[in-house]
Structures are given as structure tokens and as C-alpha cells.
């Protein structure tokens, strides 16, 4: 909790860093070319206070992280400063302070990450860069020729092959744009806007409450990308409302749970994976969102057929009219999010700008609508407290990714340097005996064992960068490659032993969590089926190519899917269950 009393947070203080923090992220889409050694390391010498000292606890933390922020923004800003002169080396440090400075980068971004997600991510990276400086002592093929100490620390510090490589560059110029948008969408009324209109299209069905938090989550994790975030936001409201009106625990926990995992998936913004993807797949951002569109309704398809499914033996009672909102509230409140999006959309595809400069347009329609609340009405006080939370919302948000994406960075520079990347993919394709399918089930099992303990987006960047060549390889398109390894980082968030959302989505609802996860898996059925299916039926991802085959495929997925889906919640006999399971994925893997 921010203290307006304490000395280091103060908070003026934090207000003005956050105003710099975005400030520096749109000028740098408006100030033209600005050299990659000077933004990225200004990046990460604005976000670490966010880490070390805005989020300390206790004592202890706070000390340590001045002491960690004072030295990582000295070694960033000296970076930049120096960036003209560290261009001519070409990656050798030249003495033993510039490898002092390489070491702090390192040590910084690696506790940075610690502390803002964890310890798995870099465990991961601490061992990287430890096989790296120690890899020529390993017998066999995985060992390696050996790196100079002084030429490995400047490629990953003074040179674009480490910490200010291709993923630093999305976090900076890309992604910061969106989670800045995202913050002043939330930071104003675009969440009632959410609740209103799902409420208003699906309250009366039957299940009403439960497809109301569907709706819901798939708008608001559009731009949250975050399952849990999602999870805790929407679920404050859909879960209270599930549980009142009598719906089994262990359903309003799974629903929430389910539905807002497949929010990073959703177009238009699809979190912080999908302009990942663009950098690293090459494909424009418009035909990224174009592929994803028609997977991610499958997906929300899945689970409205379940919940249809779960109402044949289980009373789902619609939400009371009394407790729906009239169309005067969904109208104005809907406006919230429609206008900064339709204006998002309109410099995209109207302009023909790129999708951040379109990102700041919209921030600014997102900005001037914080002055107004769901009366349309102006109050000074209120509006200035929404600016406040969309400032500080967005620095926290920003200064999170980029300790995932810098730590990550670190990972995909030890791979590129040593070749291990390449090893693991002749692994993988040996373990699969050159077959796509063995590939795909190893390549599966890979983002669930590492998304577990380490958020997404990561995953997918370090499953994709050691699995997607194979899939490549043995025959997948690049994007195609891709967006499989995306929905499956996507596992953990609701699979056994460690899945996030349905952890959070129990103890809202106070239900034991491996009934929650049991009733997620069935209802979330198309997030391990899908994925295959984009594999069996490549039309599915190729809307804007050939949009009639899409559509084709589309429609007989989402009946093998309805088969399925239906098959596991609503039969209650094994033998029906078996038969339309089997049905379902004849239906998808082979058709006619």
C-alpha cells in the first residue's frame, strides 16, 4: 500500500516517475529513431524503482532495494550515455569496470525478476549464463567450445545480443504502449462497461451468471493479459453473483477460472504474448490478430457448450431482472471501452499507422474519458484519482513485464551464443524420431512443466525459442508453430499440480481447489484441443488469407468441439461419454 507519509514513498514522488515513465514510452513513438543502446537501457533504469523500492516489504527490502535500484539505473544510464563509444567494441568489454557494469546489469535483472514473480524464471536464467561460462567442462555434445568471459558479458550487456536484444525491444516500444492503454481503460468505467454489456447480452439465459463472467473476462483479459489479474477483478463481482444465486462452488470457480485464461488469447490485444509474436514470427500485428480471432472464439464456444452442458443436471438460474442493467447504464458505460478501442482499431486499419502509434491515440481518447464518470458527469476529486490510478497502474504494469522480458532475454542470449538452442531442437527431433505429432505431445508437456511457475509470456518465449525450430522443421508454418506454443503456455493456468487462475478462483469461493481444477479441465476442454486442431486443420489460422476454408474449418471444429465438450460434462454414462468424445475428435482430426 502506497504511504503518503513515508520518506521513500512518498507519493508525489512515485506520481512524477510514473508520469516520466510513460511520458519517455509514448515520446519514443512520436521522437523518430532513438538508438536501441540508449531507450532499452533508459527502459529498465525507469522500471527498476518500480521493483525494488515501490514494492518492497518491510525493512530489509526497502535497504537492499535502493541499494540494487541506485546501482542498476547507474549502470543503465552510464550504457546509454556512453552508447555511441560501447558501439565500437562490437561486444568486448575493454576493462575491469565495464565488467563490473556488465555484472551489476545482470545481477540487477536477475533479482528484479525475483522479486516480482518468483524464483523459477531466474533460477532458469541464473543457470543459463552458468552453463555459459562453465559449458566447455561438460563431456558430449552438450558441452561447448567455450566463451571469453569479456566477450560473453558484452554481448549480453554492451551489445544487442543479451538484455537489449529483439524482446527488450518489444517491451519497450510495443508492449509498454499497450499496458499503458490497458491501465486507463481499467483506471475508468471500461470495466463496468465489461460487466454491463455481458450482463445485458447473456443474464437472462439461462446460466445467465455464469456466461456473464465468460463475456466478461474474454473483454477484460483482452487487455488485462493476465489470467490472474483477470481472475481477481472480474471475479469479484461474476463469483458473488454465481455462488447467490446457488451455482455449485466448484462451477463458479472453474468458470471464472476458465474464462479469463482464454483472455490472453482474445484479439484485440491478446496481453503482451501476441506483440511477442510479432517480433518474433515477423508477421505483422494485423495478421497476428487474424489468425488468433476464430481459435479464441472456439475456445469461449467450448465453454458457453459446457455451461449448457452443466444446466442439463444442475440448476443454473438466470440473473434477476432487478439485478441486470438498463440499457440507459450499458449504453453510456460500453461507450468507455468502445471509443478508445473503435479509435484504436480506426488508426490501425483507417490510418494505417502502426498498432503503437494507434495504442496512443487511443490512450488519449481513454485519457480525456477518466475526467467523466458513468453519469457522465465531471468531479474534479474522482477524475484526479482515476489519472492517479492509471499512472501508477501502468508504471507497476510496465516495470512487471520488463523484469519478466529483461530476465528472459537473458535466457535467449545464452542459447544464441552457445548453440544451445539448436541442441535442444536436435534433441527434440530425435526424442520424436523425426514425427510431428510425438513433437507437438513433447513440445506440450514442455510449456506445461514450464509454465507452472513462470508467467506466460515467458514460457512461450523459451518453449518457442528451443521447441519452435523443430516444429518448423518437421513441417508447421512459423505461425502455425507459434500460436501453438502460445495456447499451451496458457496449460498451467488451469491444469494440476500448479495452476494459478483456479488457485486464486477457490479461495474466492472458498471450494477445495482440485474440484475446482477437475470442473476447469472439462469446461477449458478446448484449450488442449484446439491447439491440435490448428495443427489438423491449418485453415483454421488463415482468416485472412482464405477466409471461406477458415470458416469451413471452423465450423467443423466447433462441432468436434461441442461433441467433446458435451460428451464430458452432460453424460453421465461412460459409454455415452466415450462415443461423442470420439465422435468429436473424429469430427476434428479426420475429417471427411
Same mark, same amino acid.
Given at each position: ?22 511520458? %519517455? ?11 536501441? *543502446? ?13 521493483? %525494488? ?32 563509444? +560501447?558501439?565500437?567494441? $562490437? ?41 555459459? +561460462? ?68 447473456? /443474464? ?42 446457488? $451455482? ?61 452442458? !452443466? ?45 503503437? $502509434? ?33 499512472? *501508477? ?66 514460457? !512461450? ?62 469446461? /477449458? ?49 461412460? *459409454? ?17
Amino acid at each position: 500500500m502506497l504511504q503518503d507519509d513515508h520518506p521513500i514513498l512518498w507519493k508525489p514522488v512515485w506520481l512524477l516517475l510514473a508520469v516520466v515513465l510513460v511520458a %519517455f514510452h509514448i515520446g519514443l513513438i512520436f521522437w523518430g529513431l532513438v538508438p536501441n *543502446l540508449v531507450s532499452r537501457p533508459l527502459h529498465m533504469a525507469l522500471v527498476l524503482p518500480w521493483i %525494488f523500492v515501490f514494492a518492497a516489504r518491510g525493512r530489509v527490502q526497502l535497504v537492499s532495494g535502493i541499494v540494487f535500484a541506485v546501482l542498476g539505473i547507474a549502470a543503465s544510464v552510464w550504457i546509454a550515455w556512453n552508447h555511441a563509444a +560501447l558501439g565500437d567494441q $562490437y561486444g568486448f568489454l575493454e576493462n575491469n569496470f565495464q565488467i563490473a557494469v556488465a555484472v551489476t546489469l545482470l545481477v540487477c535483472v536477475l533479482e528484479a525478476a525475483r522479486r516480482a514473480i518468483g524464483w523459477p524464471l531466474p533460477v532458469v536464467a541464473a543457470l543459463a549464463l552458468a552453463y555459459a +561460462l562453465l559449458g566447455h567442462l561438460i563431456p558430449g555434445e552438450f558441452g561447448h567450445s567455450g566463451t571469453p568471459l569479456k566477450s560473453f558479458l558484452g554481448t549480453m550487456t554492451i551489445a544487442e545480443g543479451g538484455i537489449w536484444g529483439t524482446l527488450t525491444a518489444v517491451s519497450v516500444g510495443v508492449v509498454a504502449i499497450f499496458v499503458i492503454f490497458g491501465a486507463v481503460l481499467n483506471a475508468g468505467e471500461a470495466g463496468q462497461g465489461f460487466m454491463n454489456v455481458a450482463s445485458a447480452a447473456a /443474464g437472462r439465459l439461462k446460466g445467465g451468471a455464469a456466461k456473464v463472467s465468460v463475456i466478461s473476462s474474454a473483454l477484460f483479459g483482452s487487455i488485462s493479459g493476465s489470467a490472474s489479474a483477470n481472475v481477481a477483478s472480474t471475479g469479484a463481482i461474476t463469483l458473488p453473483a454465481m455462488t447467490k444465486l446457488g $451455482y455449485p462452488k466448484r462451477l463458479a470457480g472453474a468458470v471464472e477460472a476458465v474464462a479469463s485464461s482464454g483472455g490472453q488469447i482474445m484479439p484485440p490485444l491478446m496481453g503482451a504474448g501476441a506483440f511477442v509474436m510479432v517480433e518474433l514470427t515477423g508477421v505483422p500485428y494485423t495478421g497476428i490478430m487474424a489468425a488468433a480471432a476464430l481459435p479464441a472464439l472456439l475456445y469461449f464456444l467450448a465453454v458457453w457448450i459446457g455451461i449448457n452442458a !452443466y444446466a442439463s443436471h444442475t440448476d443454473l438460474k438466470s440473473i434477476d431482472a432487478a439485478d441486470r442493467p438498463g440499457m440507459k447504464d450499458v449504453a453510456i458505460t460500453s461507450a468507455f471501452f468502445l471509443v478508445p478501442f473503435g479509435v484504436l482499431l480506426w488508426g490501425m486499419f483507417g490510418l494505417a499507422v502502426t498498432p503503437q $502509434y494507434a495504442a496512443c491515440l487511443a490512450i488519449g481518447a481513454g485519457a480525456v474519458l477518466l475526467l467523466f464518470d458513468r453519469r457522465l458527469s465531471v468531479k474534479p476529486a474522482e477524475a484526479w484519482g482515476r489519472i492517479e490510478q492509471a499512472l *501508477l497502474t501502468s508504471a507497476r504494469q510496465v516495470a512487471l513485464i520488463a523484469s519478466i522480458i529483461l530476465c528472459a532475454s537473458i535466457i535467449i542470449g545464452v542459447l544464441s551464443v552457445t548453440g544451445l538452442g539448436v541442441k535442444i531442437t536436435s534433441l527434440i527431433l530425435s526424442g520424436a524420431g523425426g514425427m510431428l505429432w510425438p513433437a507437438l505431445l513433447l513440445t506440450a508437456l514442455a510449456c506445461l512443466v514450464l509454465g507452472m511457475e513462470v508467467p506466460t509470456t515467458a514460457a !512461450y518465449v523459451i518453449c518457442v525459442s528451443v521447441a519452435g525450430p523443430a516444429l518448423i522443421q518437421l513441417g508447421l508454418e512459423p505461425l502455425q508453430a507459434h500460436l501453438f506454443v502460445f495456447w499451451y503456455a496458457l496449460l498451467s493456468t488451469i491444469t494440476p499440480p500448479v495452476c494459478g487462475a483456479v488457485f486464486i478462483a477457490s479461495g474466492m469461493v472458498q471450494e477445495n481447489w482440485l474440484r475446482v481444477a477437475g470442473t476447469a479441465m472439462a469446461l /477449458g476442454v478446448g484449450l488442449y484441443v484446439i491447439p491440435l486442431g490448428m495443427i489438423a486443420n491449418p485453415d483454421l489460422i488463415r482468416m485472412q488469407e482464405a477466409p471461406l476454408m477458415a470458416l469451413i474449418a471452423f465450423l467443423r471444429t466447433a462441432l468436434g468441439l461441442g461433441l467433446i465438450s458435451y460428451g464430458l460434462i452432460a453424460m453421465r454414462a461412460p *459409454l455415452a461419454t466415450i462415443g461423442l468424445c470420439a465422435a468429436g475428435i473424429g469430427v476434428i482430426f479426420f475429417p471427411v
